[in-house]
């Protein structure tokens, strides 16, 4: 054990639970307790350290507070205005005032966390006074494997068979589901799923019809309970989203050893075109990418098992030890 206290706190953490970030404050608990930290989640209890995950305004108090305190905070820098826009409705029309929000909230820590060097580069046009230092996300590589039995029940629950390509998010135009729609199109006879929750309330008009007037092939699942089981279910790990921090699901998907079909964006540069994934910048180019892998089942394996050994380089050990080593830096 250390003699650190951390609080990892994501505020409205139920209702991010489904999503990257939720997955990512999880891994930072279970990396800090991996390595002997006591960790707790609520910004009441007594802590050493505040790391704070998302921007709002219990965040906000609890990041003033820590700073009357005199104690330690940490900011992760998951959202920028960037990958907001897109999500929800009106996001776009809102990114410009988060921006600037964005630009003193991020300033308030002791250390300024983000999970790629996208990321950092983006933040630089912020304006920021501190120089946010990159740490990975990522993975529960020893939970994150394909469980035959979990993804059989699945296929079962959503009647399955074949091939089953598919992507794992949150049904937002951000995330691609308009290529994943116009790809499915092309291929009747397989199955095309994305998991994820739809979020009804904060739908666009445009993502209300592709769920409307979605191909017979297509199926939104809504939120599962075990995510695993859409890693398990599936066979091609179709992910088009416009833009990522990191994506987590991309690191998901690799642990379980899946072929991965991404979209070529500054967020997915730790993953290499043909060797461990496909990148795809055009329609015609994921229909060409879909197709190939559907024929090769060789192409598949071997681009799995590329994409398995990246993964590894996000183990939770390894993100445990940096997160303490940052920590240790910062400490009053």
């Not at 003699?3 to 970030?21: P, Q, R, T, W």
């Not at 494997?145 to 629950?157: A, K, T």
Request: proline share 3%.
């Amino acid at each position: 054990m250390t003699d650190l206290k951390v609080c990892v706190y994501l505020e409205l953490e139920k209702f991010f639970e489904a999503s990257g970030i939720g997955s990512a404050v999880q891994n930072q608990r279970k990396a800090l307790r991996n390595n002997g930290v006591e960790v707790t989640s609520n910004p009441r209890d007594e802590y050493d350290i505040l790391h704070l995950n998302t921007i709002g305004p219990f965040s906000f108090y609890y990041a003033k507070k820590t700073s009357l305190m005199n104690k330690n905070l940490v900011i992760h820098a998951h959202t920028t205005a960037e990958d907001f826009s897109g999500s929800y409705r009106f996001s776009s029309k809102l990114s410009g005032l988060l921006k600037k929000y964005l630009s003193y909230f991020y300033d308030q820590g002791d250390a300024l966390l983000c999970p790629s060097m996208f990321t950092k580069d983006l933040l630089k046009n912020y304006n920021l006074d501190r120089d946010p230092i990159v740490i990975s996300n990522g993975i529960h590589f020893d939970k994150f494997c394909c469980d035959p039995d979990l993804g059989e029940s699945i296929r079962d629950r959503f009647d399955l068979d074949g091939l089953v390509i598919f992507s794992v998010g949150g049904v937002f135009k951000r995330k691609g589901i308009k290529t994943f729609l116009k790809v499915a199109e092309k291929f009747p006879d397989q199955n095309f799923v994305w998991f994820g929750p739809k979020y009804k309330r904060l739908q666009d008009r445009e993502v209300k019809d592709i769920l409307k007037n979605s191909p017979e092939n297509l199926h939104f699942t809504g939120k599962i309970d075990n995510i695993l089981g859409a890693y398990s279910a599936g066979d091609i790990f179709l992910f088009p989203s416009h833009n990522e921090n990191q994506g987590i699901a991309a690191l998901e998907a690799a642990s379980c050893g899946l072929p991965m079909i991404l979209r070529d964006i500054p967020g997915f540069s730790h993953f290499e075109d043909q060797k461990n994934c496909v990148k795809c910048n055009s329609f015609n180019e994921f229909v060409d990418a879909v197709d190939d892998l559907i024929e090769d089942a060789d192409k598949r394996n071997k681009l799995g098992e590329e994409a398995q050994k990246i993964a590894k380089n996000h183990s939770l050990d390894k993100i445990g030890e940096k997160l303490i080593e940052i920590y240790r830096s910062i400490q009053r």
